[in-house]
């Protein structure tokens, strides 16, 4: 159990040095990565039933008598609403980790320019004789610019699974939803 205190001390001296936008670049990461399980949860358990409920939705429309004809103007409609209805059920917040992981790598440059102020400012103060106090402001610039692609790099690659899945299942989901019964087998 110790080496779990040895671990939070490790993690309250690392924001200590990074400054603010570490805390900030923390909180990003934790939103980001709530939103990435959101949605791997969502392709492992949600997925299968949303789309055999558009599907079911298209059987019963093509086969009611007197309904919208296989391909008449209103059942194309009607299968458009159930692409896009499920559409943008399996694009829900992967606009949003784009974001995350697009601003993860701005907080940490501001982090670095913060950080590079101090340093400045303690030459000003110093006249650059006192290299103590330079890397303390050196080590707060560059620990969020870290902090900020640490957060980033493995989001982008999350990310880029969550979308390439995601347009492969609204593929899947178009081509399930045929008009003609021989290629209802898939």
């Known amino acids: 159990m110790s080496w779990f205190y040895d671990l939070q001390d490790l993690l309250f001296e690392f924001l200590e040095k ?5 805390l900030l670049i923390g909180v990003l990461i934790m939103v980001m990565w709530i939103l990435i399980f959101e949605r791997l949860w969502f392709f492992r358990f949600s997925k299968p039933q949303l789309i055999q409920d558009a599907r079911d939705q298209w059987d019963q429309v093509r086969s009611e008598n007197g309904g919208p004809g296989r ?3 209103e059942g194309h409609m009607i299968r458009s609403m159930l692409i896009s209805q499920a559409s943008s ?3 829900t917040n992967i606009d949003l980790i784009k ?3 697009a601003v993860a790598p ?3 440059l501001f982090g670095t320019i913060t950080g590079m102020m101090e340093v400045f400012h303690i030459l000003a103060v110093t006249g650059g ?3 103590k106090a330079m890397a303390g402001g050196v080590a707060r610039s560059t620990i969020p610019a870290m902090a900020g692609l640490f957060a980033s790099i493995p989001a982008l690659l999350a990310l880029r699974s969550i979308d390439q899945a995601a347009k492969k299942n609204v593929e899947i989901l178009t081509e399930r ?10």
């Open 71 to 73: 391909k008449s103007w």
């Open 18 to 22: 990074g400054g603010p936008v570490v």
């Open 177 to 186: 939803l045929t008009y003609d019964k021989k290629f209802d087998v898939i």
């Open 106 to 108: 701005l907080f940490g």
């Open 89 to 91: 059920s399996i694009n």
């Open 99 to 101: 974001v995350c992981t």
């Open 129 to 131: 004789g006192d290299a």
